[in-house]
């Protein structure tokens, strides 16, 4: 059975900097793309970022490009989200999600991680 | 950037009706459209994929529709455990993106 953890979120302050991970189990991790979708309190989905298998090719959403970096390391199963100037729009929990590669849709999902940017 | 656009926000029904949700996107994306239902607290969990297939363990009486701009999920008749919060995703084009989720309550 695939499985994933995120673990690293909790409060920082504006302009502060979190690195938020992701461990995989149950797969050929290195086979895989992988996501991060985040949600805001109260409200919908929002796809964050993703990394191709090989760690290649990596996709930001606007919001985030140029300051958050993900990357992974295939021989650990682990997968990252590092984030710096961080804002308070960036509260949300982080899932990290398993892509049907070379499509780019989640079959696995994360329980997710709480980040909190306040002051 | 694809625009996914979901309605209605809310869909009032009773237990054994049918539900119809829509998904229209901005530009096409031919089939590459799936459909995640989310229960509170939980993480979402893929129902639907290339528009019409169902994910595993997913029962028939959810099915999709649809190709281009315009897509559906139904589910032909309303369980309790059905009466959640549904978001469709295009996968056709960077960035990807979620529409803004409809729910479905008694």
């Known amino acids: 059975e695939v499985q994933l953890s995120e673990s690293g979120g909790g409060l920082i302050q504006p302009g502060g900097s979190l690195r938020v991970s992701c461990a995989a189990s149950g797969l050929s991790f290195g086979n895989y793309a992988m996501s991060w979708v985040r949600q805001a309190p109260g409200k919908g989905l929002e796809w964050v970022s993703t990394?191709?298998?090989?760690?290649?090719?990596?996709y930001y959403a606007d919001s985030v490009k140029g300051r958050f970096t993900i990357s992974r390391d295939n021989s650990k199963n682990i997968l990252s989200l590092q984030m710096d100037s961080l804002r308070a729009e960036d509260t949300a929990v982080y899932y990290c999600?398993?892509?049907?590669?070379?499509?780019?849709?989640?079959?696995?999902w994360g329980r997710g991680t709480t980040v909190t940017v306040s002051s | 950037e694809t625009v996914m656009t979901q309605s209605p926000a809310t869909l009032s029904a009773s237990p054994g009706e049918r539900a119809t949700l829509s998904c229209r996107a901005s530009q096409s994306v031919g089939r590459n459209l799936a459909w995640y239902q989310q229960k509170p607290g939980q993480a979402p969990r893929l129902v639907m994929f290339?528009?019409?297939s169902r994910a595993t363990g997913v029962p028939d009486r959810f099915s999709g529709s649809g190709s281009g701009t315009e897509f559906t999920l139904t589910i032909s008749s309303l369980q309790s455990e059905d009466f959640e919060v549904y978001y469709c995703?295009?996968?056709?084009?960077?960035?990807?993106?979620f529409g803004g989720g409809t729910k479905v309550e008694i």
């Open positions: 290339a528009a019409s």
């Open positions: 990394i191709n298998g090989g760690a290649g090719n990596t």
């Open positions: 999600a398993k892509d049907i590669t070379p499509l780019h849709y989640m079959d696995v």
């Open positions: 995703q295009q996968y056709n084009k960077w960035p990807l993106s």
